[in-house]
Antibody, heavy 119, light 110 residues
């Protein structure tokens, strides 16, 4: 069974930094592109970032480009999202998601990690 | 990248069919057959419902079907059931190599 478990969420001040982790199990992590998707309180889903299976290519939403860095450690089956220069509008539940086997969609999701940006 | 446009809400009686539209541009929905749909219940993670416009993952009821014409994709739920209530989001791969989600539609079973 595919499992994705996010951790690292919490309260951070505006301008601060935080790193999210997503521990993957139940599949060959190194074969799959992985993604981060977020959802602000009472709002819709928003794509954040993607990374290719070996980490050589990354993609970002315009809203986070230059402030967030996606990475992965295939030896630890773990996906990361380093978030910097955090703003109030970054406050959201952050989900990690696995790419579908045929690509271009998200077939498995974690339970989410809440990031609160407030002074 | 602007969000894809979905109706805010759609409702129907049990047994009826409803359709949710998802309108984008030639840079996303119209560019590829890579539209997917997700169902979300309150406080839960999204659930994968449709991919590549029309395909259903294993375990998803055949009451759910997808289609696309030009820059607009659609999700149809036939034989509406109480458990179908929730929020539905479309998503498209884009020519920028990123993804864009729809604004979301709340489905209510009357």
């Amino acid at each position: 069974e595919v499992q994705l478990v996010e951790s690292g969420g919490g309260l951070v001040q505006p301008g601060g930094s935080l790193r999210l982790s997503c521990a993957a199990s139940g599949f060959t992590f190194s074969n799959f592109p992985m993604h981060w998707v977020r959802q602000a309180p009472e709002k819709g889903l928003e794509f954040v970032s993607s990374i290719t299976p070996n980490g050589d290519h990354t993609f970002y939403a315009t809203s986070v480009k230059g402030r967030f860095i996606i990475s992965r450690d295939n030896t630890k089956n773990t996906l990361y999202l380093q978030m910097g220069s955090l703003r109030a509008e970054d406050m959201a539940v952050y989900y990690c998601a696995r790419d579908h086997t045929t690509g271009w969609s998200f077939d498995s999701w974690g339970q989410g990690a809440l990031v609160t940006v407030s002074s | 990248q602007s969000a894809l446009t979905q109706p805010a809400s759609v409702s129907g009686s049990p047994g009826q069919s409803i359709t949710i539209s998802c309108t984008g541009t030639s840079s996303d929905v119209g560019a590829y057959n890579y539209v997917s749909w997700y169902q979300q219940h309150p406080g839960k993670a999204p659930k994968f419902m449709i991919y590549d416009v029309t395909k259903r993952p294993s375990g998803v009821s055949d009451r759910f079907s997808g289609s696309k014409s030009g820059n607009t994709a659609s999700l149809t739920i036939s034989g509406l059931q109480a458990e179908d209530e929730g929020d539905y989001y479309c998503c498209s791969y884009t020519t920028s190599g990123t993804y864009v989600f729809g604004t979301g539609t709340k489905v209510t079973v009357l």
